[in-house]
């Protein structure tokens, strides 16, 4: 089981970045993934979710600037990100739980993202 995180960079505010996650040894579609993030002295916080069923939901900082989606042929989570904010600026982890295979509970290595203002 492994997630490999992407898609971190420098932007200026109110510019978009897309924060790729693929999955290996296991399905996104079956479980539920999600993306957090942790900015410097602050404690790691869940910005949005999908379910095995497609429903979604994100934290209040985000909406309706973040959009979490997943392609099943490709077994790829994303994060669209739009309107930045330098208050975004943090390092984004993804994360999947589920019991296919049973306990499953990864995290994706982490991707910088940095907004400037």
């Known amino acids: 089981v492994q997630l490999q995180a992407s898609g971190g960079g420098l932007v200026q505010a109110g510019g978009s970045l897309r924060l790729s996650c693929t999955a290996s040894?296991?399905?996104?579609?079956?479980?539920?993934g999600a993306w957090y993030r942790q900015a410097p002295g602050n404690e790691r916080e869940l910005v949005a979710q999908?379910?095995?069923?497609?429903?979604?939901t994100y934290s209040d900082s985000v909406k309706p600037r973040f959009t979490i989606s997943r392609d099943n042929a490709k077994n790829t989570m994303y994060l669209q990100m739009n309107s930045l904010k330098p208050e975004d600026t943090a390092v984004y982890y993804c994360?999947?739980?589920?019991?296919?295979?049973?306990?499953?509970?990864?995290w994706g290595q982490g991707t910088l993202v940095t907004v400037s203002s």
């Open positions: 999908i379910l095995r069923n497609g429903s979604t």
């Open positions: 040894g296991f399905m996104f579609r079956v479980n539920t």
């Open positions: 994360h999947a739980r589920g019991n296919w295979p049973n306990g499953l509970n990864s």
